[in-house]
């Protein structure tokens, strides 16, 4: 998926008053490119491809893997012929991770990370392009792996005996089967925004960027709040939103996956109420949908439903505009009008 991403050379207030209306920047202040989205599949999109994957392969034997990148396999033991011809047993989310247990206790390890994504193919399937890393072959397709961009992060590791895998698990606690005193004892361990702290996988398994803020806006907590702040009934609030808003992910995704495999897994689907919505109306109130933009990502929030009608800082355009930077949506709009 491409989006398209207008910079702007000239007056930094304008460029951010113009927001998401490029066409209110004149011809020699805009310059477009595209760029791929970036995007880390999480928990609803792995139990996705782990539904669409069970019928596919479960009780089918693995003939054989083909690797065409030497940066994704990261052991050494089992050699990599000590899966093949073993039957796959069964599926296993663990954090983002995909595990596939095979016969005598041997398990694949898949971390996708950002840009990695499975497809299902025709048996023995050609592996074209820079992108292809591997195929594992089954007797009725192949699961092909890719990774978009030049940068390697996605990962297999080949496992022995199941308390090998205890050594992935980062410690978060699964959000269906903990419950609110859990919840609660977790994220205020220590004292984060509430962004920070539903993405920590320390803290809970399996959330990140997109789903985060799909929680807060159904629990209409600003990101920036601090755990230790929250009084009993916004916890019941934060627990009850989180569990309901990964729920209906899970459920809405895992149905699409019966019906078809999920080739085009992204941060940016429709009937999200907030995040990759910049610039468009809140479902809820129907003010702007605003964001935080910070390194490679970008936090989307209403102000009028999370944080009281306070407009968040944007790091890097705060620091441009200094007294200029709007503190409410009511600053926000005179802006818009000059």
Request: hydrophobic share 40%; charged share 25%; aromatic share 8%.
């Amino acid at each position: 998926m491409q989006v398209v991403v207008w910079h702007y050379f000239g007056d930094p207030l304008k460029a951010w008053v113009a927001g998401s209306n490029p066409a209110a920047l004149t011809t020699q202040q805009r310059v477009v490119s595209a760029v791929p989205s970036v995007f880390m599949p999480e928990l609803p999109d792995v139990s996705a491809y782990i539904t669409a994957l069970e019928p596919r392969i479960v009780d089918q034997p693995l003939k054989h893997v083909r690797l065409a990148s030497a940066f994704l396999l990261r052991t050494a033991e089992p050699p990599i012929a000590s899966v093949e011809g073993q039957v796959v047993r069964e599926l296993r989310r663990l954090g983002k991770r995909i595990l596939i247990g095979l016969q005598n206790d041997l398990w694949l390890a898949l971390h996708l990370m950002i840009a990695g994504r499975l497809h299902w193919r025709a048996p023995e399937a050609k592996l074209p392009g820079r992108q292809s890393l591997a195929a594992f072959d089954f007797p009725n397709g192949s699961l092909v792996l890719t990774e978009a961009g030049s940068k390697r992060r996605a990962s297999l590791h080949i496992l022995q005996g199941e308390e090998s895998l205890e050594a992935f698990d980062a410690g978060g606690i699964d959000i269906f089967s903990s419950d609110l005193n859990s919840f609660r004892a977790k994220l205020t361990a220590e004292n984060h925004t509430l962004k920070r702290a539903l993405t920590d996988p320390r803290l809970i398994s399996g959330i990140g960027n997109a789903y985060s803020d799909e929680i807060l806006h159904a629990a209409q907590f600003s990101p920036l709040a601090l755990t230790q702040k929250l009084g009993p009934s916004e916890w019941n609030r934060l627990f009850a939103a989180t569990r309901q808003t990964v729920g209906f992910w899970v459920d809405q995704l895992s149905a699409e996956a019966k019906i078809a495999f999920p080739e085009k897994v992204t941060a940016f689907r429709t009937g999200m109420a907030v995040h990759g919505r910049y610039g468009q109306p809140c479902p809820r109130c129907g003010d702007t949908v605003l964001r935080i933009r910070y390194a490679d990502k970008e936090t989307n929030y209403c102000a009028r439903c999370q944080t009281g009608g306070k407009v968040l800082a944007d790091r890097s355009l705060s620091r441009l505009l200094g007294k200029d930077w709007p503190r409410t949506l009511e600053e926000l709009e005179a802006l818009k009008r000059r």
